[in-house]
């Protein structure tokens, strides 16, 4: 497994930080827990698409393409990164959004991701909730087929074979970060959406034999539907890297209790975790996704999952700009 072997532009800053957390591994009494600092990526506010990015928008420019086609929901942190990566090689960016969360208020539609989308000048159209968001981003991509341009469609999350080599990557990096360091990786936990965050890390961390355990905390979807979608792009991506069969169907685990009333809404344990790591450590979390990935972990934690001893790397898949969107639906 090679991945200088695709093509590649650099947008990441890249070997993020793996930081320990002192007073939170201390308030919880054990494990000692590490975080993996992807939401310092950089680009357009940081976060974990943009690693996927970094292989995404090379296949676009080796395509000839001049505008990229994305799309998520309201607040999409993935949505954001895109159109920061399409400023960045000179591209434009057409973002679709499905009105995903309802009762939406002001700052949702407003403020946070969506801000930062309009300031990197996207093109921004909305479909509603259930739509066929695939369907759509073909349709766009005819529409600007037929006005001569030369459009590239990313799926939503950047989830695919091509972006989760991001983290593949991210693996790698993290692993290298440990031999050096002298760290025994026992666990790596993070927030799990469109799957392609964990199959490249499973990959990585399988092709490698490192025999360290990764948890997905889903944010959206049940159990077996995270772990089959997770599955089905995990050994895509092994065959596409080069190392097929390296992953197995119960290598991909999934905690999917942690969800709450649906993707995007808040719960409080979300709450109490983002606010928990603001005040012990001064680190953010976002509402979506890694707060309650946070929320998830700190809570398997309390019920014994994980040895008090172990050593216990979070994945900080970014996010911060949510916040903004979510102002006034946090508790303080
Ligand atoms: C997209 C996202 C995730 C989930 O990553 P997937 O690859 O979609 O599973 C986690 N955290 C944040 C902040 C995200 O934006």
Redesign the pocket.
Known sequence: MLLSRFPRVSLAHLPTPLEYLPRLSEHLGGPHIYVKRDDCTGLGTG???TR?LEFLVADAIQKNADVIITQGAVQ???ARQTAAAACKVGMECELIFEKRVKDADDAYKNSGNVLLDRIFGANIREVAKGSDMNAAMEALADELRAEGKTPYIVPG???NTIGALG?IDCALEFMYQANRDGLVIDHVV?????????AGLVVGLKATSSNIPLL?IG?NAPKDVQEEKVWQLAVETAEYVGAPGCVQREDIVANCDYVGDGYGVPTKAMNDAVMLLARLEGLLF?P???GK?LAGMIDLIKTGYFGKAENIVFVH???VA?LFGYSSQLQL
């Open positions: 976060g974990n698409k996927k999409s942190n993935h999350g950047g989830s983290y993070h927030a799990t959406g469109s799957a392609g965050t964990q997905g944010v976002d979506v996704y890694s990935g898949t970014g996010g949510g």
